[in-house]
């Protein structure tokens, strides 16, 4: 979580993360965290007999990284909304930027808020994922 | 596969390392129990989208919503929407409840008709508190989409 960021966030500040060659072994190694085990995501096979190239990622493996643009930039205990939508597959070999920019910074019942715009775009200038998040000054 | 007994999803502190580092994340709060501390928190924080991990755990009772009928070559994750009142921390036990589910048919424009699938799931904390609503909808296409 950046220093101050209560203090200094104001609307259209930016914030982004680029994953280069994001492969089958990210798929894996989330598949085997998160639970997903659809073969569409990890069996050649399988994916060539439903019509595809080749095996696609996860929508919620590159929606858990996008997530990362409110989480670091804010701190992990700071989100209060993140709303997704997929756009578009990751493949494999795919290179993808997580952007975030703040939309509206506000108030309410005393705690500090802001609204994010959020996607992911791949280096085909794609975009996998469009999301929105809010953000706030959460304390324990 | 089995299931884990009693029922729920146990926030866990390794689990949590894990996932984050499937997202190739190094924050300390979610790896490192003294960081999270000595932020003043319980424990190590889970990840937002962490309750996908949810599906090692599925309670046959508390399940999204039925996977009958749907062709699992065809199904694609249209979105979802996570709505927490509080972080979620290792240590945490979390039970979740099947709220409303709608379904609807469009006409696409790449796959046939598409069926939209739209369901939320609560979650409750070991105080009965609600922690995160969860909202996913999913598509059902007629065959393969191209991009």
Do not use: C
């Given at each position: 979580?950046r220093?101050?960021?209560?203090?200094?966030?104001?609307?259209d500040?930016?914030?982004?993360i680029?994953?280069?060659?994001?492969?089958?072994?990210?798929f894996?190694r989330?598949?085997?965290?998160g639970?997903?085990?659809?073969p569409?995501?990890?069996?050649?096979?399988?994916?060539?007999?439903?019509?595809?190239?080749?095996?696609f990622?996860?929508?919620?493996?590159?929606?858990?990284?996008?997530?990362?643009?409110?989480?670091?930039w804010?701190?992990?205990?700071?989100i209060?909304?993140?709303?997704?939508?997929?756009?578009?597959?990751?493949?494999p070999?795919?290179?993808?930027?997580f952007?975030?920019?703040?939309?509206?910074?506000?108030?309410e019942?005393g705690?500090?808020?802001?609204?994010?715009?959020?996607?992911?775009?791949?280096?085909?200038?794609?975009?996998?994922?469009?999301?929105?998040?809010?953000v706030?000054?959460?304390?324990? | 596969?089995?299931?884990?007994?009693?029922?729920?999803f146990?926030?866990e502190r390794?689990k949590?390392?894990?996932?984050?580092?499937?997202?190739?994340?190094?924050?300390?709060?979610?790896?490192?129990?003294?960081?999270a501390?000595?932020?003043?928190?319980?424990?190590?924080?889970?990840?937002?989208?962490?309750?996908?991990?949810?599906a090692?755990?599925?309670?046959?009772?508390?399940?999204?919503?039925?996977?009958?009928?749907?062709d699992?070559?065809?199904?694609?994750?249209g979105?979802?929407?996570?709505?927490?009142e509080r972080?979620?921390f290792?240590g945490?036990?979390?039970?979740?409840e099947?709220?409303?589910?709608?379904?609807?048919?469009?006409?696409g424009?790449?796959?046939?008709t598409?069926?939209?699938i739209?369901n939320?799931?609560?979650?409750?904390d070991?105080?009965?508190e609600?922690?995160?609503?969860?909202?996913?909808t999913?598509i059902?296409?007629?065959g393969v989409?191209?991009d």
């Amino acid at each position: 979580m950046r220093e101050n960021i209560w203090n200094e966030v104001k609307v259209d500040d930016e914030y982004s993360i680029e994953l280069k060659d994001l492969n089958r072994s990210n798929f894996v190694r989330y598949a085997g965290a998160g639970g997903d085990f659809n073969p569409i995501h990890h069996d050649q096979t399988f994916a060539e007999k439903a019509g595809l190239p080749t095996v696609f990622g996860m929508g919620m493996f590159t929606a858990g990284v996008l997530a990362r643009v409110p989480s670091e930039w804010f701190g992990p205990t700071s989100i209060r909304r993140y709303s997704i939508k997929f756009t578009s597959r990751i493949w494999p070999e795919d290179t993808v930027t997580f952007h975030g920019r703040v939309t509206r910074v506000y108030e309410e019942d005393g705690v500090s808020h802001a609204d994010l715009e959020l996607k992911a775009t791949s280096q085909k200038q794609e975009d996998l994922i469009r999301a929105e998040a809010t953000v706030r000054d959460w304390k324990p | 596969m089995a299931q884990i007994q009693p029922p729920g999803f146990p926030i866990e502190r390794g689990k949590i390392h894990e996932f984050a580092n499937s997202l190739l994340d190094d924050d300390p709060l979610y790896h490192d129990l003294n960081a999270a501390r000595a932020a003043g928190l319980p424990s190590v924080v889970a990840p937002p989208t962490f309750s996908s991990a949810a599906a090692f755990f599925s309670d046959p009772n508390a399940r999204g919503p039925s996977m009958k009928g749907l062709d699992m070559r065809f199904l694609l994750h249209g979105g979802q929407e996570l709505v927490f009142e509080r972080p979620i921390f290792a240590g945490d036990e979390l039970h979740s409840e099947p709220g409303e589910t709608t379904s609807w048919e469009k006409e696409g424009r790449r796959g046939g008709t598409m069926k939209f699938i739209k369901n939320e799931m609560v979650w409750r904390d070991q105080a009965g508190e609600i922690v995160l609503r969860v909202f996913n909808t999913l598509i059902q296409t007629a065959g393969v989409v191209k991009d």
